[in-house]
T-cell receptor, first 118, second 115 residues
């Protein structure tokens, strides 16, 4: 199967600072990547869809100026949490969608990044 | 809107006994349904998916699920649980979103397997 990595896996930062999370598709190209947020003991909520070479599409209620998404290449999307606050502490998960082949349209998920804002 | 409801937040079974994780869906059209498993510190893994073909879907690791339109259900089953099956399981439905395509996740069922 296809592999998606995330870096870092765990980060602690001070309130007011910015944190960048990387999502990489290691053995396939992904024109579309997705960013999810998961609170403890809760489900995943889609935050935004990242399309290579164009602006991300954000779900209702997600602040695009706070959660900056960049998808500069077919294998890398980044999520930057700007001016982080404790309420931004969460588990952030990315997925990448395969656009062709056997696993067409299937999403492969990264292992997630746990963000703690002090 | 497309959504799923997982009826049990926790399920506990003994090793070697059957597993049943329940999921009901709500959709205005024929949905695509998935079951994902999440082990601690690992990425979500697709167990199986239903996309309007056979109603009984077989997945990896001995899991299967049956799509029942009359009951709007997509329950996940396994004849015999292994210790390694202990994990969080998510029932998921494809949906539309601002971006045109999304996955709506259920709240998850935590499966505990006891020796």
């Amino acid at each position: 199967g296809a592999v998606v990595s995330q870096h870092p896996s765990w980060v602690i930062c001070k309130s007011g600072t910015s944190v960048k999370i990387e999502c990489r598709s290691l053995d396939f190209q992904a024109t579309t990547m997705f960013w999810y947020r998961q609170f403890p003991k809760q489900s995943l909520m889609l935050m935004a869809t990242s399309n290579e070479g164009s602006k991300a599409t954000y779900e209702q209620g997600v602040e695009k100026d706070k959660f900056l998404i960049n998808h500069a290449s077919l294998t890398l999307s980044t999520l930057t949490v700007t001016s982080a606050h404790p309420e931004d502490s969460s588990f952030y998960i990315c997925s990448a969608r395969i656009s062709a082949g056997t696993f067409y349209n299937e999403q492969f998920f990264g292992p997630g990044t746990r963000l703690t804002v002090l | 809107a497309q959504s799923v409801t997982q009826l049990d937040s926790h399920v506990s079974v003994s090793e070697g006994t059957p597993v049943l994780l329940r999921c009901n869906y709500s959709s205005s059209y024929s949905p695509s349904l998935f079951w994902y498993v999440q082990h601690p510190n690992k990425g979500l893994q697709l167990l199986l998916k239903y996309t309007s073909a056979a109603t009984l879907v077989k997945g990896i690791n001995g899991f299967e699920a049956e799509f029942k339109k009359s009951e709007t259900s997509f329950h996940l089953t396994k004849p015999s649980a292994h210790m390694s099956d202990a994990a969080e399981y998510f029932c998921v439905v494809s949906a539309t979103s601002n971006s045109g395509y999304a996955l709506n996740f259920g709240k998850g069922t935590s499966l505990l397997v006891t020796p």
